[in-house]
């Protein structure tokens, strides 16, 4: 047991944090209120290497661990939750995959232009009829000599509208129900591939959501991801990883809310004392500390899970469930205890309060931890 | 960042956790219904395990356990029976713990080595006037040669009845937080009677009396680091006992969601087993992710305790969560249980009494918020 961070776990914190004070947060509200991308956000985080945190050197990566990359993510989602969950997408989504299940020749054509930050990646599985269960695709891969020929219609794209490459999850055999998805790497000039328009969104306004339209779009066969009908197996695979991403964007959500929310408590006064001094208020305070602290020490067991290579499925589950949850109330209660102003937008605690809410639902619903939790569970 | 333990912690765990259920498991259910907890069971925990002396240094005949090790013994037992892990704990947190950190040499030979292998020790501050507000007490202590008087009413003296210690909170001048001393007051001391035995909701088998001091003579060398120290003792010594009722609370809660599990697994409804039907199995997800974060809570503030760094809020959100987490988790066993969960065939029902009090004692909740905003604040105008 050991509760202390190593010496660069430190050093990533600190240079996260500053990046986050210095560059991101001063472009928040403003990528916020126009929903335009933050392609100098994410510029910045590659020269960091926080682009592809986790890939080895080799491709290009920065090598850390999953604790480093956590510790990161929160603090960049601290600033700015559209650019958290743009780095935990391509780290988490696309560079994992590549890195895990491609050939050398896949990693050599896109891994170190992602983990670079040279390019951008996507990861494609939500379809209009299908999000949780996952194995109901529709979208269709035919192959056709060295090609597969693609068509279908994926929804709720991260960095839909701007990104370079998108993982793509296909039916190969329609009969053979989730062993008969397979994954992609399509390159966003492909012919056939059309971005639709901009999602409006609730929150993370900077994400680029959108839909994908592929239509008869051919890929080479060289780009089929693992083998043929692999395609689940690769796709729970990564979301095991992503959802310690997501967690962390979480994390940094709730700690901007407790952050922001102890300082006005001390600096607003009503009843002729600061309201910091109420115990209504003292109370909150102390349940969003709390209930952060558990979330960072559930996230990180995930995190030092993975990074020991043991299974991590349920503690990422559970750390997704638990720290998305935290985000949304202690969202709540920021927006509580800055009153009327809390409702506004000259205030982030309004921007947190609706960033938090997709953490509840994207990359697993927390329905969907929930049915992995108790599955893990009840089976012992 | 590291949550696992190390050979020398399982082996202690899988000690605890092999002797308790060979040899006390099966006796709980009668004894809770006997609202009886021998002192038989406590002699070999002490003999066999070496659990009167967990915080005593192994010079004074004790087992020096860190702050981690304390827990993990503590969730043991909690989880086989929470009156026996309450009974332990307070022994050692509160009846041997003050004179460990506050005895002077002479104390410490005479009391630890009996502490840690034969007697058991208890701790008496509160006052049917006083609780949260600890520094209200009234019992007065007034030197007179080489003793001091003591007078005043205690109670929620957890094993009061068959403690041979008292470690006594008595006011020996008018400052509210400074007039405060404590005291090592033995059994059969004259003037020290016990009274009140008071009939729980939970916690049945673990005995809480009051306690009356009447002209009660004590030498003065058992005033505890000084006339006026008492407070800071007791403060110290709650803030290391948080930790360890969250380990109560994480010891319950895992007995309840294990309980939850097996049943959920048996039973079945609508053709199926109930854990099946969503409506059990997220509830058994919700009670799984409350229970391990307050595991991890709990266990930081004991390894940031035992590194040697600052934890006293970390010890107030571990108490606050793993306790409220406990009150849920057990309310919910009950519910998965439905009828059964209701009725004394099924422990779930012992859980959810013994649950609640983790809540109040050793620092009400609302205590521990107290201490974690204020820590906030001062952070937040630094």
């Known amino acids: 047991m050991d509760f202390s961070l190593t010496d660069d776990e430190h050093l990533i914190q600190d240079t996260a944090r500053q990046i986050a004070r210095e560059v991101i947060a001063p472009r928040a509200a403003e990528t916020d209120a126009s929903g335009i991308f933050p392609a100098e956000n994410v510029r910045k985080l590659a020269e960091l290497g926080f682009m592809g945190m986790m890939v080895a050197e080799e491709f290009g990566g920065a090598a850390m661990s999953t604790m480093a990359y956590a510790l990161a993510i929160e603090e960049i989602s601290a600033a700015c939750a559209s650019t ?25 054509r896109y891994l170190s232009k992602l983990a670079t930050g040279e390019w951008l990646g996507a990861y494609c599985l939500s379809e209009p009829n299908t999000g949780s269960d996952a194995a109901r695709q529709q979208t269709t891969a035919v192959q056709q000599g060295d090609r597969y020929v693609l068509n279908g219609t994926k929804n709720f794209i991260t960095n839909g509208q701007v990104a370079d490459l998108y993982v793509v999850y296909c039916m190969t055999d329609l009969a053979a129900g989730h062993h008969g998805i397979s994954s992609f790497l399509v390159e966003a000039t492909t012919e056939g591939l059309t971005r639709g328009a901009k999602e409006k969104t609730m929150g993370i306004r900077g994400s680029s959501t959108c839909q994908i339209i592929l239509t008869d779009c051919e890929v080479p066969a060289a780009n089929l991801l693992g083998t043929e009908g692999d395609g689940f197996k690769v796709a729970l695979n990564t979301l095991d990883g992503g959802r310690i991403g997501i967690a962390s964007q979480a994390l940094g959500i709730g700690a901007a809310c407790l952050r922001d929310s102890t300082r006005y408590a001390t600096e607003r006064n009503a009843f002729g004392q600061p309201i910091g001094q109420f115990q209504a208020i003292q109370w909150m305070l ?71 809410k997709v953490t509840e639902i994207y990359e697993g619903t927390t329905e969907i931890q929930k049915h992995i939790i108790a599955t893990g569970l009840l089976k012992g | 960042m590291n949550f696992e333990l ?16 060979a040899e006390v498991a099966p006796h709980v259910e009668k004894f809770e219904k006997a609202e009886e907890l021998p002192r038989e069971i406590l002699k070999r925990l002490w003999s066999e395990l070496g659990l009167g002396g967990m915080v005593i240094p192994e010079e004074y005949g004790g087992i020096g356990l860190d702050a981690v090790a304390y827990c993990l013994v503590v969730e043991e037992l909690a989880r086989v029976w929470a009156a026996l892990s309450i009974t332990v704990a307070v022994h050692n947190s509160v009846g041997a713990g003050p004179i460990v950190e506050f005895g002077n040499e002479a104390q410490k030979k005479k009391y630890l080595p009996k502490l840690a292998t034969e007697w058991i020790g208890a701790f008496s501050l509160s006052e049917p006037v006083s609780g949260s507000d600890a520094a209200a007490l009234r019992a007065t202590a007034v030197k007179d040669g080489a003793h001091y008087v003591l007078n005043g009413e205690k109670n929620w003296v957890t094993t009061g009845g068959f403690a041979d210690t008292y470690i006594v909170m008595a006011r020996t001048a008018n400052d509210k937080q400074k007039g405060i001393s404590a005291f090592i007051v033995e059994k059969g001391t004259t003037g020290l009677t016990l009274t009140r035995t008071e009939d729980k909701m939970g916690l049945k088998a673990s005995e809480t009396r009051s306690l009356v001091f009447q002209d009660c003579r004590i030498p003065a060398e058992n005033l505890l680091a000084g006339e006026g120290m008492g407070l800071k003792i007791a403060l110290t010594l709650l803030n290391s006992g948080r930790f360890g009722v969250a380990a109560q609370a994480v010891g319950i809660s895992r007995a309840a969601l294990e309980a939850s599990l097996k049943y959920a697994r048996e039973r079945e409804t609508f053709g199926k087993p109930i854990g099946q039907h969503q409506a059990v199995g997220f509830m058994l997800a919700d009670m799984h992710t409350k229970l391990e974060a307050s595991r991890a809570l709990t266990y930081r503030a004991a390894w940031l305790k035992t590194a040697g760094l600052p934890f006293a809020r970390e010890a107030s959100m571990a108490k606050l969560f793993a306790t409220e987490a406990s009150t849920w988790i057990t309310h919910k066993a009950i519910q998965i249980h439905g009828g059964y969960g209701y009725v004394r065939d099924y422990p779930v029902e012992r859980y959810y009494r013994d649950a609640r009090v983790t809540e109040i004692y050793e620092g009400t909740s609302e205590i521990q918020r107290l201490v974690i905003a204020s820590s906030l604040l001062k952070e937040a105008v630094a």
Not at chain 1, 84 to 108: R, W, Y
Not at chain 1, 298 to 308: E, G, I, N, P, S
């Open chain 1, 286 to 356: 102390a349940d969003m500390a709390t209930e952060l602290d558990a979330a960072r020490l559930l996230t990180w067991q995930a995190a030092v899970a993975k990074d020991a290579g043991r299974r991590y499925t349920l503690e990422a589950s559970t750390a997704k469930a638990f720290a998305s949850r935290m985000a949304v109330v202690n969202a709540d209660r920021a927006v509580q205890i800055h009153g009327g102003y809390g409702y506004l937008q000259d205030y982030p605690v309004e921007r947190y309060y609706r960033d938090a």
């Open chain 2, 6 to 21: 190390n050979e020398d912690q399982r082996l202690l765990r899988d000690t605890i956790r092999s002797f308790l259920e």
């Open chain 1, 84 to 108: 958290g969950v743009i780095m935990s997408v391509n780290n988490s989504l696309v560079c994992h995959p590549i890195e895990k299940f491609g050939t050398d020749d896949q990693k050599a």
